[in-house]
């Protein structure tokens, strides 16, 4: 499975680098050293190399490798626009992979709500985000696991009349910079992060 999606993110990687642009560094908002750019992702040091995808020293062989190189594959110049933030449901393409989405990257996150909030200084920090303060839900924060797709998440306690929730938002012009199914995948492995940032 590994050697498959090694592939994948290769063939991307390979494109990249066959046509590549001299802004590169511009459009993913990454540092340039000759042919290789450093960003962060999913909340660690990033390296994309005409070899493949380094996170955090390691080589990604899985999923997040293919979320990266498409990030790198297709990012424009384009400014993100955080307002206003829309919902998974509300990108053109969407219908396919929302059931998904919601499990994934919203409800999986359910559970530990109450920990995500006592926790919040911390996610915000490995993400280099912001803690939201416009009132939303009972609180609310925006994390960039890719420099420019940022997701907004709010989030309600439970009380005696309803359960925890959560939505996860994106930016106004999210599907600027990635293909909707590798959207999809940011949020499910933003959540994966935060529950691996948040567990004993």
């Keep these: 499975m590994s050697d498959r999606l090694l592939n994948i993110q290769l063939t991307y990687v390979r494109e990249l680098y066959a046509r590549l642009p001299d802004d590169l560094e511009r459009s993913l908002s990454a540092v340039r050293e000759g042919n290789v750019f450093h960003f962060k992702a999913f909340g660690q040091p990033c390296t994309i190399t005409p070899e493949g995808i380094i996170l955090s020293g390691e080589l990604l062989t899985g999923g997040m490798g293919i979320i990266i190189a498409l990030y790198a594959r297709y990012a424009p110049h384009d400014a993100v626009q955080l307002s206003p933030p829309k919902a998974f449901a509300q990108i053109k393409g969407s219908q396919p992979h929302q059931g998904a989405f919601r499990t994934r990257s919203e409800r999986s996150l359910v559970p530990y709500v109450g920990v995500i909030r006592e926790s919040m200084d911390r996610i915000v920090q490995v993400f280099d985000g912001f803690e939201n303060r416009d009132g939303s839900g009972d609180f609310s924060f925006t994390l960039f696991p890719l420099p420019k797709i940022p997701l907004s998440y709010v989030f309600y306690v ?43």
């Excluded at 999210?174 to 995948?185: I, K, R």
């Design 158 to 200: 439970a009380d005696e009349e309803f359960p925890a929730s959560v939505i996860c938002l994106f930016a106004a012009n999210a599907e600027s910079f990635m293909p909707v199914d590798g959207l999809a995948d940011v949020g499910e492995h933003t959540a994966e992060k935060i529950i691996e940032l948040i567990s004993p």
